[in-house]
C-alpha cells in the first residue's frame, strides 16, 4: 500500500459518501437547471456556471480523491470507468500513472498558483471597486439584462475617481473600461498571475473553486464542494458590493462608495480570506501528493 493512501474505504461507507454529495450538489444544481429551463438569468449564481465551466453534473459526481483506496464492487466499476482510476486486488482509486504530460504541466501550474497566492500578504485595500471601474465612463453594463444600477453613470464615475484602484486579479482587471485600467495600481497580466495574486482577493479566493474542478478526480469531492460554496459566498458578496440593484434578488447591497460600506466589505473579505487559508491549504498538499505519487 501507497504510504499516501489509507486503509480502503468499505463500500457501504464510500457509497454513502457519494450519495451524500450528490445529494447536497443537487440542492443547489437542480434550482439551476429549472432556471434554465425556464429561460431566468441570475445576475450571482450564473456566474459560478459560465465563468467556471464544471458542468452541473461533475459538480454532482463523487470523488475520494488522491490516497483514498476504495472497497471494490460493482457500483465503482460502473461509477469510476474513466482512465484516472485502478482496479485491483480488491480495491478501487486514482492512478497518477494516468495522469498525461499535458495534464501534468496544468496541476503544475495550479499548484505553484496557489503557492505564491498563500506566501503573500493579503491586501484588503481594494473594496471591491473591480466592477466600478467596468461600468467606468459609459463602458457596457454586464448585468444590465437582469438587473438595473443602483447609481447613476455619473455617480459611479465619481466613485472610481474618488478611490484608488488596486486590483490585482488579472481576470477581474482585463474586464475594466480602458479608462480605469489606466488609474489602476497595478497592471496585472496573464503571464505574471504569479507576480500578483494575493490571499486577500475576493477573486483569488473565488478561483479556489477553479483550481479544485481543473483539478478532478485527483483532489476530492469534499474539497471541490468546500471551494464551490466558498465561491458562492463570494460571489454574493463580490455583486451586493458592486453599483447593482440586487434587491429584486434578496441582496442588500454593501454600499463601498461611503465608509461604513467599505468596512462592511473588508470585514467580509477578511472573513472569506480566513474561510479560504486552510481550503488552499489542502489543495497544495492533494495537488503535491498527486505530483510526487508517481
Not at 5 to 17: I, M, V, Y
Amino acid at each position: 500500500m501507497s504510504p499516501l493512501t489509507q486503509p480502503p474505504l468499505r463500500a457501504e461507507d464510500w457509497l454513502q459518501k457519494s450519495a451524500c454529495h450528490r445529494s447536497r450538489a443537487l440542492a443547489w444544481t437542480q434550482p439551476t437547471r429549472d432556471r434554465r429551463a425556464r429561460g431566468e438569468k441570475h445576475p450571482v449564481h450564473d456566474f459560478l456556471h459560465t465563468y467556471y465551466r464544471l458542468s452541473l453534473g461533475q459538480l454532482e459526481r463523487w470523488h475520494p480523491g488522491i490516497g483514498v483506496d476504495l472497497e471494490d464492487c460493482s457500483e465503482a466499476r460502473q461509477m469510476f470507468r474513466q482512465p484516472h482510476y485502478r482496479f485491483g486486488e480488491g480495491t478501487c482509486s486514482v492512478d497518477p500513472a494516468q495522469l498525461a504530460p499535458k495534464a501534468r504541466t496544468r496541476l503544475k501550474f495550479s499548484l505553484q498558483i496557489l503557492q505564491s497566492t498563500a506566501k503573500r500578504p493579503p491586501n484588503f485595500a481594494c473594496h471591491g471597486l473591480h466592477e466600478w471601474a467596468m461600468l467606468y465612463d459609459g463602458a457596457e453594463i454586464r448585468h444590465g439584462e437582469t438587473v438595473p444600477l443602483r447609481l447613476s453613470r455619473k455617480e459611479i464615475d465619481a466613485v472610481v475617481h474618488s478611490r484608488p484602484l488596486s486590483c490585482s486579479h488579472f481576470d477581474a482587471f482585463r474586464f475594466f473600461a480602458p479608462g480605469a485600467r489606466e488609474m489602476n495600481r497595478l497592471q496585472p497580466n496573464l503571464q505574471a498571475r504569479e507576480e500578483n495574486e494575493q490571499p486577500g482577493c475576493i477573486h483569488a479566493n473565488m478561483d479556489l473553486y477553479k483550481w479544485a474542478a481543473k483539478s478532478l478526480p485527483w483532489i476530492s469531492s469534499d474539497l471541490l464542494w468546500s471551494c464551490f460554496r466558498l465561491a458562492t459566498k463570494a460571489r454574493e458578496i463580490d455583486m451586493r458590493a458592486s453599483p447593482y440593484d440586487l434587491t429584486g434578488f434578496g441582496y442588500d447591497p454593501i454600499k463601498v462608495e461611503v465608509t461604513e460600506g467599505r468596512r462592511l466589505y473588508e470585514m467580509l473579505q477578511r472573513g472569506l480570506a480566513d474561510e479560504a487559508k486552510p481550503l488552499r491549504e489542502s489543495l497544495i498538499l492533494q495537488l503535491t501528493n498527486t505530483l510526487n505519487a508517481h
